[in-house]
């Protein structure tokens, strides 16, 4: 009797550690998962916001910043949720702030700049800036199109503005190449860069007819072009002239000198 009363008490405190084990191990599972989840929300608040200090390098829309405001938001809401004591309250101040701006957004005129007012930086850095910042905004907005979160009117014109964009970045930065090219006796490379800009261009051009930035880049285009030709020419080495059968005749019977 009692030493079946000892196993079932040592069964019972297996039992136990096992039951203690199982939740403790779920607890730890559970706090991963919350840290976790919280990291991820974190990093879109900071890529998010980050797009966002950036959206003045580049004609950019009402529409498009308020897609990006409310990418914020719904991170701080779940930010909030799964914040402790000590953090929570950051986030709310924030999640306060960003309700105010998004409202005040949604009861503002809608804005859009003309995209022709677009300006490439003339800072190698700037521009690296410009076409990571055209990349991540891009895929934010696909991203928030995808949960529905974006009406898709508004996401076709605004993934267009993205396009037009990072194909006016592309076209300066060929011909930048091609110069650079040109100016390191590179012709053939360069004359590849250029008619490869013009392509761009008349694809743009066929978009926006009346786009003056387009205009000029197509003349500046075919000017570079015809430099290129035009060097390419000049370093040529001239062929020697071929000698022909007559001129050996007439050195053979020409009258011989006396000395």
Sequence with gaps: MAFTLVLLLIGALLLLVIGINVIQQQKERVEAERRTELARQRAILDETEEVLSNTGMFPCSSQIVL??????????????????????????RRLTDLDALITNLQNSPQQTPAIESFRLPDNDRQVLVLVQTLKKLKAILRAEHNKGKVDPTVFSTEEGRIDSLQL????????????AASYMKQ?????????KALG???TIKAQTPNDPFIARKVDEAKQLLDEIMGAQKMAQPSAPKPKSDEDDIDVLFQPKKKW
């Design 67 to 92: 897609v990006l405001y409310k990418r914020i938001q719904d991170a701080a809401r779940i930010a909030v949720t799964l914040s402790k004591a000590n953090q929570k309250s950051d986030y709310e």
């Design 168 to 179: 006016r970045i592309n076209v300066e930065s060929m011909l930048s190449r091609a110069r």
């Design 187 to 195: 012709y053939g490379s360069s004359r590849q860069m250029v008619t």
């Design 200 to 202: 761009t261009l008349h």
